[in-house]
């Protein structure tokens, strides 16, 4: 099956840096946006992303999650480059991004592609979806006629017969099959790592699980790695391997998803697990859900930035901010809060007991 | 077991209540939506004609628009086979306005395609572009915009000293603003959404994402409000000409022609009326065409 | 509100100096040494050269414009080459008697627009609506110089009922609108200037009704067991500023858009000034009629996004 596929599309990208090199590593990512203040001529800067590190593993899937409005959809496009990094780095497969002797955007663009959430916007509606589709490889050097090819198949590899579909517009597809026509777009220059930004929030129920499972199934064909931006708890454990919990442009868990789901560390994770309903009452995490709305990022408190909405607030949250830890391999499971880092002043940090 | 759930959600999925073949491409449609309007065709068809009229009237004028008789001036429908009478030279009027067709037209249409070209590109590279490009481009369009529109056609004209050059390319002027900012505020709706991003994802070069993604998503209301602006080119064409700004005498235009005959007002005040209503029945079938257009376009799928 | 006011002031005032490089560039577009194209042709040697350095015309051209702007925020236009008279004298008298046509027309133009709007807006899809619809296309299409030819044959030679052209007997410009002598030389033009505005507040009429009839509150009002009339009444007044506006800006198109129909009546306005000076190429008169114009239309847009600002609060806000 791998084999015939092979045949067809675009030759996928080599593995240059080893199975035990992260695909992908980020370090310290920051960016702010400029907005307008109060006053007249006041600058204010949004802190979207702010301070960001992470690790993603070749083959693996990492779940981010957090609040709507914090920072997840910024940091997917900072990782594709579609904006500017304010400062930090880059490391794809062992190599620098951007930097003189490491990976260009362009070649990173190449093996890293996007699907976006609102699947009737990223889609052209004035192109047949074989044609968006056969967009990326024809970007990439294809002839017309072999571009179409690699349309044809991908849409097959989707579940859309091509003939059927591959003539017809946006508008003529549910919201299901659009974003599959999307996943094909995304898959149609084959490459390495796939960010889905909420792709799958848009869609019913139904629709939702049968894309999962394409996913699923798609990522074990293919080979592929994926940064998995969702607010869905749910969706995020069904399949994630590791979950990045984000909270105000800043990550504060960072581990395995059984673990999050079972453990969590960070009193906010716990929080977000507290609010969403279980079916089974064994499996109930004994958390006040928080309230109110979260602060906004133009100006966000002092040292731990949850401490505004934590339960467990103390003089030490306001005047240090909490450092995630180190994280070595796919198993590390950390949190960015005092409670977890011996000797921080926190009365309930381990090891004070 | 669940294997078999899933695979017969999928072709549930593929049985599309819509066959493949009703697909039609969106300019496919819009053809048909017209074809399927009356009085849309109608008006196509009289303004066909008139084109033809214009390409054709060595053929079809019956006398020579420039062949002046002292003795035949100002005579009234019929009088010596001249079916429309002569003119205050004695010049046929029928000839005159079939060959004063094309310069209306010409005017009408040229001042309108350079504009499009002209304002068409600026704008979608203002959209496109954004920030700083896009402000310097439209605000400078914002002082061409300042004017009302017959009073920057006859400033530029006037100032380059007539001519029907001189009004084509006054007239290019007067609509180039209005279609960048056409094309500016398609460009820049069309830039946030997603698939622009996507191609970029995609590592497509800014021109290629113009080429194969913008384009074809600004053509449409671009296209529509430069079909709307012929009648008013015409219109405004004939006006430079009226004021001697436009088409130089002795050439038959409409414009310059209501212009001259203006002097013999009291002699024969039906003839002098004629190249007026040729005006005024070119614009409205323009303008009418143009409406259809627009409806035809305008309907969401 | 004043920081509303603020802001489109200062929005308007690089408006304001882009015209006027276009207008000053009007004389750098005609064929020829500029300096030729505002000086009379029988101007002496001494003239020449006097005028050159005096006006800076052995400058660059930023230095120039620089002069130029100054000499104009002072009043000075230049002088006039056919009749050797200050600019500003040839246009400002003539401005009044544009502004005394612009303001019959555009009132007269509201009144029938308006109704005609009303009526179709009242009755969206009927005849009536039709036939109102039609013939607003008709107005935008028709050029209005031909109309006014066309009802200087019905009126004047025909009929003989109304002068066909001038603003007065014998020639006469001191106009009073209270003289029925003086009274009837406007009444031709006046129809012919409203032609287009008519339309065009016929269709904008329509639109904001039809909008309005979709709203809410609309529905609310028929749940509440209003009459027909009494809701009517209820769209109109919402209807009206929308169309005021648009009214604001007619005028201000009519001020500079004019030349045509004061050409057919040779109505003594800004129009007709600028239509001779084309024919005696007179570039000073030109180039000064048209920046007053221009002026004068940059301040009505003004004008109207500020009392529209005043009357909507969704604008104030915005």
Request: net charge neutral; aromatic share 8%.
């Amino acid at each position: 099956m791998s084999g015939v596929f092979q045949s067809a599309a675009m030759a996928p990208l080599e593995d240059r840096g080893g199975a035990a090199q992260p695909l992908l590593i980020a370090r310290d990512l920051v960016r702010h946006f400029k907005v307008k203040g109060v006053g007249l001529g006041e600058e204010a800067a949004v802190r979207a992303v702010d301070g960001v590190s992470f690790s993603l593993f070749k083959g693996e899937t990492l779940g981010v999650v957090g609040e709507s409005g914090c920072g997840k959809s910024t940091l997917a496009r900072l990782v594709m480059h579609l904006i500017q990094l304010g400062s930090g780095e880059l490391i794809f497969d062992g190599e620098g991004v951007g930097a003189p002797d490491g990976v260009s955007v362009d070649d990173l663009r190449r093996q890293v592609q996007m699907v976006f959430q609102d699947s009737a916007s990223s889609l052209n509606p004035r192109m047949p979806i074989r044609d968006s589709v056969a967009f990326g490889p024809y970007v990439h050097g294809k002839s017309k006629e072999e571009s179409r090819r690699i349309a044809r198949e991908m849409l097959g590899r989707v579940g859309l017969n091509p003939d059927l579909f591959g003539p017809r517009y946006p508008h003529e597809l549910s919201g299901g099959q659009k974003q599959r026509v999307n996943i094909a777009r995304a898959l149609a220059i084959s490459p390495r790592m796939v960010i889905l930004d909420e792709a799958v929030s848009a869609l019913d129920k139904s629709v939702e699980a049968q894309v999962l499972n394409l996913l699923r199934e798609l990522r074990r064909s293919f080979n592929l790695t994926y940064l998995f931006i969702s607010h869905d708890l749910n969706v995020v454990q069904y399949i994630s391997d590791r979950v990045l919990v984000m909270y105000l442009g800043q990550v504060v868990e960072l581990g395995p998803v059984d673990d999050i789901f079972s453990r969590p560390l960070h009193p906010y994770t716990r929080a977000l697990l507290g609010s969403r309903s279980s079916m089974d009452p064994a499996n109930r995490i004994e958390e006040p859900p928080i309230t109110g709305d979260p602060p906004s990022p133009i100006d966000p408190p002092s040292g731990c930035r949850f401490r505004t909405r934590c339960p467990h607030a103390e003089a030490v949250c306001e005047l240090t901010m909490p450092r995630l830890g180190q994280w070595l391999n796919r198993d590390s499971h950390v949190a960015a809060c005092h409670m977890h880092e011996p000797g921080s002043g926190h009365t309930l940090a381990v090891g004070n007991a | 077991m669940t294997q078999a759930v899933a695979t017969s959600i999928d072709t549930s999925w593929e049985a599309d209540p819509a066959p493949a073949a009703k697909t039609r491409t969106y300019w496919q449609s819009v053809l048909i939506r017209i074809f399927r309007d009356k009085a849309t065709l109608i008006f196509g068809t009289v303004v066909l004609a008139i084109v033809l009229l214009a390409i054709f009237a060595p053929l079809i004028a019956p006398f020579d628009p420039y062949k002046e008789s002292i003795i035949g001036r100002l005579k009234p429908f019929g009088w010596r086979g001249h079916p429309l009478g002569t003119d205050e030279l004695g010049r046929d009027m029928l000839s005159r306005l079939i060959y004063g067709a094309r310069s209306s037209l010409l005017m009408g249409m040229v001042p309108v395609l350079v504009a499009t070209l002209v304002g068409g590109t600026l704008g979608v590279i203002g959209g496109f572009a954004g920030k700083r490009v896009n402000t310097a481009i439209m605000r400078t369009m914002d002082v061409f915009y300042a004017f009302p529109s017959v009073l920057l056609a006859v400033a530029i004209s006037g100032a380059m000293g007539g001519g029907m050059m001189n009004g084509m390319i006054a007239l290019s002027m007067v609509f180039t603003p209005a279609l960048c900012r056409i094309a500016e505020t398609a460009t820049a709706q069309v830039r946030s959404l997603d698939f622009i991003e996507a191609a970029r994802a995609t590592g497509a070069r800014p021109l290629t994402i113009i080429r194969h993604h913008v384009l074809g998503n600004v053509l449409g209301p671009v296209f529509i409000y430069a079909s709307s602006l012929v009648s008013v080119s015409i219109l405004l064409a004939s006006g430079l000409s009226f004021l001697g700004l436009g088409v130089k005498p002795p050439e038959p235009d409409w414009g310059l022609m209501l212009s001259t005959l203006r002097q013999s007002l009291y002699v024969n005040p039906i003839i002098c009326a004629m190249p007026g209503a040729a005006i005024f029945v070119t614009s409205i079938c323009f303008n009418l065409v143009s409406d259809g257009i627009r409806s035809a376009m305008d309907v969401r799928q | 509100m004043f920081a509303i006011i603020l802001r489109r002031l200062i929005y308007a005032i690089p408006i304001a100096l882009g015209v006027s490089v276009v207008c000053f560039s009007l004389v750098y577009l005609a064929p020829g040494d500029p300096l030729q194209t505002i000086l009379p042709a029988d101007a002496s040697a001494d003239t020449i050269a006097f005028i050159k350095h005096e006006y800076g015309f052995d400058r660059p051209i930023p230095v120039q414009f620089f002069f130029w702007l100054t000499r104009v925020l002072q009043g000075d236009f230049g002088m006039s080459i056919a009749t050797r008279r200050p600019v500003v004298d040839e246009v400002l008298g003539s401005l009044s008697n544009t502004a005394v046509l612009a303001t019959i027309a555009v009132p007269l133009a509201f009144l029938i627009g308006y109704s005609l709007g009303v009526i179709a807006g009242c009755f969206p899809g009927g005849w009536l609506d039709k036939l109102v619809t039609g013939s607003a296309v008709m107005g935008v299409s028709l050029p209005n110089y031909w109309v006014g030819i066309v009802l200087v044959i019905i009126f004047s030679v025909e009929m003989m009922a109304l002068p066909a052209t001038g603003m007065g007997p014998n020639g006469s410009t001191a106009f009073s609108l209270f003289r029925w002598a003086d009274l009837q030389y406007l009444i031709l033009p006046a129809i012919t200037l409203a032609l287009v505005p008519v339309g065009i507040l016929a269709r904008s009429t329509r639109a904001s009704l039809a909008e309005i009839r979709n709203q809410d509150f609309v529905t609310t009002l028929r749940a509440k067991g209003l009459g027909e009339g009494a809701i009517v009444r209820h769209m109109l007044k919402n209807a009206m500023p929308p169309v005021l506006a648009v009214m604001g800006l007619q005028f201000g198109y009519l001020m500079g858009g004019s030349i045509l129909v004061e050409t057919v009546f040779t109505w003594p306005g800004s129009g007709f000034v600028l239509s001779k000076a084309i024919i005696n190429r007179d570039i000073p008169v030109l180039q000064g009629s048209i920046l007053m114009l221009a002026m004068i239309f940059v301040a009505t847009n003004l004008v109207v996004d500020l009392l529209q600002a005043a009357i909507d609060p969704r604008i104030r806000r915005a």
